[in-house]
Protein backbone atom coordinates (compact mmCIF):
# COMPACT_ATOMS: atom_id res chain seq x y z
CA UNK A 1 0.00 0.00 0.00
CA UNK A 2 1.28 3.87 -0.51
CA UNK A 3 1.43 5.57 2.54
CA UNK A 4 0.15 9.00 2.36
CA UNK A 5 1.88 11.51 5.36
CA UNK A 6 0.47 14.60 5.99
CA UNK A 7 2.36 17.45 8.11
CA UNK A 8 1.61 18.90 10.01
CA UNK A 9 -1.50 17.14 11.61
CA UNK A 10 -2.81 20.62 13.05
CA UNK A 11 -2.38 24.15 12.80
CA UNK A 12 -3.41 27.19 14.12
CA UNK A 13 -4.51 30.00 11.86
CA UNK A 14 -6.07 33.52 11.52
CA UNK A 15 -8.18 34.63 8.51
CA UNK A 16 -6.37 36.50 5.93
CA UNK A 17 -3.35 34.21 6.19
CA UNK A 18 -1.69 32.06 3.72
CA UNK A 19 -2.15 28.34 4.98
CA UNK A 20 -0.09 25.47 3.49
CA UNK A 21 -0.46 21.56 3.94
CA UNK A 22 2.44 19.22 2.93
CA UNK A 23 1.73 15.62 1.88
CA UNK A 24 4.09 13.10 1.19
CA UNK A 25 3.82 9.99 -0.74
CA UNK A 26 5.40 6.51 0.58
CA UNK A 27 6.35 6.20 -3.64
CA UNK A 28 6.35 8.40 -6.82
CA UNK A 29 2.99 8.55 -7.84
CA UNK A 30 2.74 11.26 -10.31
CA UNK A 31 0.59 13.33 -10.34
CA UNK A 32 -2.52 11.34 -9.20
CA UNK A 33 -3.15 13.15 -5.65
CA UNK A 34 -6.26 14.63 -4.78
CA UNK A 35 -7.52 17.26 -1.61
CA UNK A 36 -10.48 16.58 0.17
CA UNK A 37 -11.80 19.37 3.03
CA UNK A 38 -14.26 18.14 5.71
CA UNK A 39 -16.33 19.90 7.82
CA UNK A 40 -17.05 18.43 11.15
CA UNK A 41 -20.37 16.40 11.04
CA UNK A 42 -20.22 16.55 7.26
CA UNK A 43 -19.04 14.61 4.22
CA UNK A 44 -15.53 15.33 2.85
CA UNK A 45 -15.59 17.62 -0.42
CA UNK A 46 -13.59 17.63 -3.46
CA UNK A 47 -11.20 20.57 -3.49
CA UNK A 48 -8.26 19.47 -5.77
CA UNK A 49 -7.81 16.77 -8.26
CA UNK A 50 -4.96 15.56 -10.19
CA UNK A 51 -2.18 17.49 -7.89
CA UNK A 52 -3.09 20.80 -9.45
CA UNK A 53 -6.81 20.90 -11.25
CA UNK A 54 -9.32 23.07 -8.89
CA UNK A 55 -12.97 21.08 -8.82
CA UNK A 56 -15.16 22.97 -9.84
CA UNK A 57 -17.61 25.56 -7.88
CA UNK A 58 -14.08 25.68 -5.55
CA UNK A 59 -13.10 29.07 -4.50
CA UNK A 60 -9.45 29.98 -6.64
CA UNK A 61 -8.26 30.68 -2.81
CA UNK A 62 -7.18 26.96 -2.84
CA UNK A 63 -4.58 25.86 -4.97
CA UNK A 64 -2.04 22.48 -5.31
CA UNK A 65 1.16 21.62 -6.38
CA UNK A 66 3.90 18.90 -6.53
CA UNK A 67 4.30 15.89 -8.24
CA UNK A 68 6.22 12.27 -7.77
CA UNK A 69 6.18 12.34 -3.74
CA UNK A 70 5.88 15.91 -2.81
CA UNK A 71 2.40 17.99 -2.64
CA UNK A 72 1.16 21.27 -1.26
CA UNK A 73 -1.91 22.46 -0.83
CA UNK A 74 -2.11 26.12 0.03
CA UNK A 75 -4.75 28.79 0.65
CA UNK A 76 -3.98 31.86 0.19
CA UNK A 77 -6.53 34.03 2.65
CA UNK A 78 -8.20 32.03 4.76
CA UNK A 79 -11.80 32.66 5.20
CA UNK A 80 -13.81 31.61 8.26
CA UNK A 81 -15.78 28.79 6.40
CA UNK A 82 -12.36 27.38 5.82
CA UNK A 83 -11.35 26.45 9.58
CA UNK A 84 -11.92 22.48 8.81
CA UNK A 85 -9.84 18.80 7.83
CA UNK A 86 -7.66 18.35 5.11
CA UNK A 87 -6.89 15.35 3.71
CA UNK A 88 -4.70 13.87 0.46
CA UNK A 89 -5.51 11.22 -1.06
CA UNK A 90 -3.95 9.14 -3.94
CA UNK A 91 -5.94 7.80 -6.56
CA UNK A 92 -2.06 6.12 -8.27
CA UNK A 93 -3.65 2.80 -6.96
CA UNK A 94 -5.43 0.24 -4.95
CA UNK A 95 -6.06 0.01 -2.31
CA UNK A 96 -6.83 3.89 -2.44
CA UNK A 97 -5.04 5.78 0.71
CA UNK A 98 -5.62 8.69 2.37
CA UNK A 99 -3.55 11.06 4.69
CA UNK A 100 -4.35 10.90 8.06
CA UNK A 101 -5.51 14.69 8.07
CA UNK A 102 -4.82 18.17 8.71
CA UNK A 103 -6.90 20.05 10.98
CA UNK A 104 -7.11 24.03 10.44
CA UNK A 105 -7.74 25.73 13.38
CA UNK A 106 -8.61 29.11 14.95
CA UNK B 1 -28.14 16.80 -9.82
CA UNK B 2 -26.40 13.47 -9.00
CA UNK B 3 -27.30 12.32 -4.96
CA UNK B 4 -25.94 9.48 -2.93
CA UNK B 5 -27.90 8.60 0.15
CA UNK B 6 -26.81 5.79 2.40
CA UNK B 7 -29.02 3.16 4.28
CA UNK B 8 -28.90 0.72 6.40
CA UNK B 9 -29.32 -0.26 10.79
CA UNK B 10 -27.20 1.51 13.19
CA UNK B 11 -26.66 -0.93 15.28
CA UNK B 12 -25.01 -4.49 14.62
CA UNK B 13 -23.97 -7.09 17.01
CA UNK B 14 -20.35 -8.45 17.24
CA UNK B 15 -20.09 -11.33 14.28
CA UNK B 16 -23.01 -10.40 12.59
CA UNK B 17 -22.60 -9.17 9.38
CA UNK B 18 -23.20 -5.24 8.44
CA UNK B 19 -25.32 -4.49 5.85
CA UNK B 20 -25.24 -1.11 3.83
CA UNK B 21 -27.20 0.61 0.64
CA UNK B 22 -26.18 3.77 -1.51
CA UNK B 23 -29.15 4.73 -2.96
CA UNK B 24 -27.59 6.59 -6.08
CA UNK B 25 -30.41 9.44 -7.94
CA UNK B 26 -29.44 12.12 -10.82
CA UNK B 27 -27.59 9.41 -12.59
CA UNK B 28 -27.44 5.98 -13.64
CA UNK B 29 -24.92 3.64 -12.22
CA UNK B 30 -24.61 1.61 -15.47
CA UNK B 31 -23.25 4.21 -16.72
CA UNK B 32 -19.44 4.19 -17.80
CA UNK B 33 -16.61 6.22 -16.13
CA UNK B 34 -17.35 5.64 -12.17
CA UNK B 35 -16.25 3.57 -9.87
CA UNK B 36 -19.39 3.42 -7.20
CA UNK B 37 -17.02 3.31 -3.29
CA UNK B 38 -16.85 2.15 0.04
CA UNK B 39 -15.55 4.81 2.59
CA UNK B 40 -15.57 4.79 6.30
CA UNK B 41 -14.30 6.78 8.78
CA UNK B 42 -13.59 5.56 12.44
CA UNK B 43 -15.05 8.05 15.08
CA UNK B 44 -12.75 10.96 15.29
CA UNK B 45 -10.23 9.30 12.76
CA UNK B 46 -9.12 9.87 8.79
CA UNK B 47 -10.20 8.05 5.94
CA UNK B 48 -10.32 4.56 5.26
CA UNK B 49 -11.24 3.46 1.31
CA UNK B 50 -12.92 0.10 1.63
CA UNK B 51 -13.87 -0.87 -1.83
CA UNK B 52 -15.61 -0.36 -5.14
CA UNK B 53 -17.98 -1.69 -7.77
CA UNK B 54 -18.02 -0.64 -11.52
CA UNK B 55 -20.66 -0.03 -13.78
CA UNK B 56 -20.03 -3.43 -15.16
CA UNK B 57 -19.94 -5.42 -11.67
CA UNK B 58 -16.24 -5.70 -11.56
CA UNK B 59 -15.19 -5.35 -7.88
CA UNK B 60 -12.14 -4.43 -5.79
CA UNK B 61 -11.27 -4.31 -2.06
CA UNK B 62 -9.11 -3.24 0.50
CA UNK B 63 -7.09 -6.12 1.25
CA UNK B 64 -7.53 -5.41 4.94
CA UNK B 65 -11.22 -6.57 4.54
CA UNK B 66 -10.54 -9.03 1.96
CA UNK B 67 -12.63 -11.96 2.71
CA UNK B 68 -15.13 -10.22 4.76
CA UNK B 69 -16.38 -7.68 2.10
CA UNK B 70 -18.65 -7.52 -1.01
CA UNK B 71 -20.15 -4.78 -2.69
CA UNK B 72 -22.72 -5.55 -5.45
CA UNK B 73 -24.45 -3.47 -8.00
CA UNK B 74 -28.28 -3.48 -8.02
CA UNK B 75 -29.18 -1.66 -11.21
CA UNK B 76 -32.73 -2.02 -11.64
CA UNK B 77 -32.96 -0.24 -8.37
CA UNK B 78 -30.06 2.10 -9.33
CA UNK B 79 -28.10 1.78 -6.04
CA UNK B 80 -24.83 -0.45 -4.92
CA UNK B 81 -24.64 -2.51 -1.62
CA UNK B 82 -21.45 -2.93 1.08
CA UNK B 83 -21.78 -6.26 3.29
CA UNK B 84 -19.17 -6.74 5.92
CA UNK B 85 -18.89 -10.02 7.18
CA UNK B 86 -17.75 -11.08 11.18
CA UNK B 87 -18.31 -7.54 12.16
CA UNK B 88 -15.83 -6.58 15.63
CA UNK B 89 -16.07 -3.66 17.54
CA UNK B 90 -13.05 -2.28 15.46
CA UNK B 91 -15.90 -2.00 12.51
CA UNK B 92 -17.51 0.25 14.11
CA UNK B 93 -17.50 3.90 12.21
CA UNK B 94 -19.53 5.85 9.91
CA UNK B 95 -19.77 4.66 6.62
CA UNK B 96 -19.82 6.72 3.33
CA UNK B 97 -20.60 5.98 -0.25
CA UNK B 98 -19.32 7.78 -3.01
CA UNK B 99 -18.70 8.17 -6.55
CA UNK B 100 -15.43 8.09 -7.89
CA UNK B 101 -15.63 10.27 -11.21
CA UNK B 102 -12.63 8.68 -14.10
CA UNK B 103 -12.10 10.76 -16.79
CA UNK B 104 -8.48 9.85 -18.24
CA UNK B 105 -8.09 12.84 -20.65
CA UNK B 106 -8.35 15.22 -17.41
CA UNK B 107 -6.19 12.77 -15.46
CA UNK B 108 -9.28 12.75 -12.88
CA UNK B 109 -9.78 10.26 -10.54
CA UNK B 110 -11.15 11.64 -7.81
CA UNK B 111 -14.21 11.13 -5.38
CA UNK B 112 -16.26 14.09 -6.79
CA UNK B 113 -19.42 12.84 -4.86
CA UNK B 114 -20.24 11.92 -1.32
CA UNK B 115 -23.59 10.78 0.83
CA UNK B 116 -23.87 12.48 4.53
CA UNK B 117 -22.65 9.17 5.94
CA UNK B 118 -24.28 6.76 7.67
CA UNK B 119 -23.16 5.68 11.78
CA UNK B 120 -22.82 1.83 12.43
CA UNK B 121 -21.48 0.91 15.75
CA UNK B 122 -20.82 -2.89 16.25
CA UNK B 123 -21.98 -3.68 19.90
CA UNK B 124 -24.21 -6.28 21.60
Known amino acids: DIQMTQSPSSLSASVGDRVTVTCRASQSIGTSLNWYQQIPGRAPKLLIY???SLQSGVPSRFGGSGSGTDFTLTISSLQPEDFATYYCQQSYNTPRTFGQGTKVEF | QVQLQESGPGLVKPSQSLSLTCIVS??????????WTWIRQHPGKGLEWIGY???????NYSPSLTGRISISLDTSKNQFSLRLASVTAADTAIYYCARDLIMPAMSKDAFDMWGQGTMVTVSS
Open chain 1, 50 to 52: AAT
Open chain 2, 53 to 59: ISYSGSA
Open chain 2, 26 to 35: GISISRGGYH
